[in-house]
């Protein structure tokens, strides 16, 4: 079964499923509501996205792997410590598109992160994290009008920056502890060209891509001048 790795190949999926969030408001969902202390293999993590993704009602099979592996893509970033890459509109697409979509996956963090498994009040947040979730607040607010530019590419650039190492702050203060660190950095497939965003495979998926990746190492060495 094929998932989608990138922005336009997840709305066609989501839209398939009858799921009418952007796929930039449910990238933000799921990343807050980890950050916020809920663990993927939990059933009340199962019942919040259902709730808050479609309306309690029970996903398609593909929505769900999606879903699954998009899920254990952003606990790999966040163990890893390396920053979020978030999924986006790709550069191709127009500056008012790309910054509404930002914006939306701001939204989406917000209210995961406000679901908070330990429900701890936002007074009681570091007061790095206390000021990220002002500034996402207030960009929420924010006009999603923009014209395509040097101008609009740096601010972007700015804002998506700022969001991943804040969501990185919100996880290490919130939901850290929960994970551990032994499998942190596993390969996980990043597509970038066309917003793309890290997903970890599934197994099946994973045998599948290491065969292909020992077809292309026999090709090449195969391809190989031999040494005198």
């Known amino acids: 079964m094929q998932i989608a ?4 190949d997840s709305l066609e ?4 499923a009858g799921i ?10 799921l990343m807050g509501l980890i950050a916020g202390g809920y663990r993927e293999d939990g059933r009340d993590f199962e019942e919040l996205t259902l709730n808050l ?9 593909n929505a769900r792997t999606w879903q699954r592996e998009t899920v254990s893509g952003i606990i790999e970033q966040y163990l890893s410590g390396e920053g979020m890459h978030l ?3 790709g550069d191709g697409s127009r500056a008012s598109e790309r910054a509404a979509a930002l914006i939306e996956l701001a939204h989406g963090f917000i209210t995961g992160f406000s679901l908070r498994k330990n429900k701890k009040k936002d007074s009681e947040l570091s007061r790095e994290a206390r000021e990220f979730i002002g500034d996402l607040s207030e960009y929420c607010r924010a006009s999603s009008e923009a014209e395509d530019g040097e101008e609009f590419e740096e601010t972007f650039v700015i804002l998506a920056d700022h969001l991943s190492s804040g969501a990185q702050i919100c996880f290490e203060e919130c939901a850290g502890s929960l994970y551990p660190r032994d499998h942190a950095g596993e390969d ?3 597509e970038d060209d066309d917003g793309g965003a890290p997903v970890k ?3 099946e998926r994973e045998n599948v891509h290491n065969m292909e990746e020992a077809g292309w190492e026999r090709k090449t060495r195969m391809a190989a001048p031999e040494k005198e």
């Open 20 to 29: 009418y969030g952007s796929p930039a408001d449910v990238y933000g969902l």
């Open 13 to 16: 999926l989501l839209r398939g």
């Open 188 to 190: 996980f497939v990043l």
């Open 201 to 203: 495979l599934s197994q």
């Open 87 to 89: 999924l986006l509109p």
């Open 53 to 61: 993704i479609n309306d309690g009602e029970p996903m398609p099979r």
């Open 5 to 8: 790795l990138n922005y336009n």
